[in-house]
């Protein structure tokens, strides 16, 4: 096969994948937000099939020619098409390891393992998922054994999310974190009676707080036109490309502040999906580097920028406008102090900042264990409640509450949760180089988030997956400091709290 036939194959071989792509990502989508519930066993089918599918396009003698003919001439490539080439070949290389029936398998489990989570979320039945759960760690194991053999399963899976990342770097930056926050958060919950948040737990009605978050996503200035926002049990955003992403999530009319960050969150990884290069478009270089990136970009906008004082000052007028009984004598600098209150608390999605990183450490702990064979899927609602009381000092009331609440297991994504820490760290990094070309304040002050996002998508969304995760992040920030999140951290709450 000649570089031009090699070329126009790929043009093919891009538009296929990515037809097959945006199908299986629409039905996830409907199964999580609208689907009926009965629909889980047919749509695992169907998701099993189109799996197949791109299973066998990925592997075809064909695909392999063209990828093996543009790999050894990529250096008379241009930069975009290289990439692709060598991106391309990376996912060829671990497609065609695992055999089709079990990729197949491993797809359909996925589907219906998350029905059964919804439902035994809702149930408060964890014995209903125990053997999903189980399946799933099991099958993952097999999958990262097929895809690097010579690694350890678990090393594998965490390098599937932030490419590279280690175990012994996740122990290493967790193990600092923790010597460092652990007394903070000790003294902020001794003076935990200094912000009460009571004004945010009042009634605040769904209907009205589903036009807030309309409200929020034109703040942020997310594209109404490629972006919508669906209603699910756990909130998550699905990108196709930059042309069409969804958000969720999920309202409490006791909890206003859950959906507002939420919003905000989920906003974070839809305005990176929608501003990677136009020329990216559609392709396997046209979504966010990895979910470490991805999850920095939400974080930051979730707390570093939306518990801000700045973008407390444009949340409140609206929401005394249409809550005025609920916040009538709440002040700016009270519902500022209000939204970034800690307290050990349950809910990973649902923490402050100070807390959050102990919930991923949690998960992380229990996840190794798993890995290494110590505990089976039987043992995870004791082990949770153990951790959770010996990291948080909070008891579990339910596995609902406890190792029920996240969805991430039961689809698959084992490994993932590192990539909120380290995205959250990230932030603090990415606040004081923007501070050198924004005053960052009156920019969140104005009511748009305008200047803001052109920064970031100039720094780091355009380029889509065109650098290495870590290779992107430096480029902005220069090495990775944990330090400064901690110091970032240390002055907020030290504040807060008067310490």
């Known amino acids: 096969m000649t570089i031009q036939e090699a070329l126009e194959k790929l043009q093919g071989y891009e538009k296929a994948t990515f037809a097959l792509n945006h199908a299986t990502g629409l039905m996830y989508y409907d199964g999580a937000t609208i689907a009926p519930k009965g629909t889980a066993e047919l749509r695992g089918s169907t998701l099993g099939e189109l799996s197949r599918m791109g299973y066998e396009l990925t592997t075809a003698p064909e695909t392999v020619e063209m990828l093996r003919t543009l790999m050894e001439n990529r250096e008379e490539l241009d930069p975009i098409t290289r990439r692709k080439a060598e991106e391309l070949w990376r996912d060829y290389d671990r497609t065609h390891r695992v055999p089709v029936e079990e990729y197949v398998a491993y797809q359909e489990l996925s589907a219906k393992s998350d029905a059964v989570w919804h439902e035994a979320k809702e149930k408060n039945d964890f014995a209903l998922f125990e053997p999903y759960l189980q399946q799933m760690f099991d099958a993952s194991r097999r999958m990262a054994g097929y895809w690097e053999p010579e690694k350890a399963p ?23 974190l923790r010597e460092k926050l652990v007394p903070l958060i000790q003294q902020a919950t001794a003076h935990a009676d200094r912000v009460d948040d009571a004004p945010l737990h009042r009634n605040y009605p769904v209907a009205i707080q589903r036009q807030f978050s309309d409200f929020i996503m034109d703040v942020m200035d997310i594209d109404r036109d490629h972006c919508i926002i669906g209603e699910t049990e756990h909130p998550f955003t699905t990108n196709f490309s930059r042309d069409d992403v969804r958000i969720t999530t999920h309202y409490f009319a006791d909890q206003v502040a859950s959906s507002l960050y939420s919003v905000v969150h989920e906003g974070g990884h839809a305005l990176y999906e929608l501003h990677t290069g136009r020329e990216l478009a559609r392709t396997c270089l046209g979504n966010g580097v990895s979910m470490g990136i991805h999850e920095s970009q939400s974080r930051f906008y979730e707390n570093i920028i939306g518990r801000s004082r700045a973008f407390c000052s444009v949340l409140l007028p609206w929401l005394k406008e249409h809550f005025p009984a609920q916040l ?11 939204v970034n209150r800690s307290r050990p608390s349950l809910i990973r999605t649902e923490a402050d900042e100070l807390t959050y990183c102990l919930h991923i450490m949690v998960r992380y702990e229990l996840e190794k264990q798993m890995f290494a064979g110590t505990i089976t899927a039987h043992d995870l609602p004791a082990a949770w409640n153990r951790l959770y009381k010996e990291y948080l000092g909070v008891d579990v009331p339910s596995d609902r509450e406890g190792v029920l609440q996240d969805s991430h297991w039961a689809n698959g994504n084992i490994g993932y949760f590192p990539s909120y820490a380290i995205g959250s760290a990230y932030g603090a990094q990415y606040l004081l180089e923007m501070q050198k070309d924004l005053d960052v304040e009156a920019a969140v002050r104005s009511g748009k988030l305008t200047a803001i996002n052109r920064w970031l998508e100039e720094k780091i969304w355009k380029y889509g997956c065109m650098k290495d995760p870590v290779a992107l992040f430096e480029s902005v920030c220069g090495p990775f400091r944990p330090e400064e999140y901690v110091a970032y951290l240390e002055k907020k709450f030290t504040e807060i709290y008067e310490l």
């Open 328 to 338: 009538v004598d709440v002040t700016e600098e009270q519902f500022y102090r209000m």
């Open 154 to 176: 678990y090393e594998t899976m965490l390098s599937t999310f932030e490419r590279g990342l280690t175990v012994a770097q996740c122990d290493a930056f967790f193990a600092s």
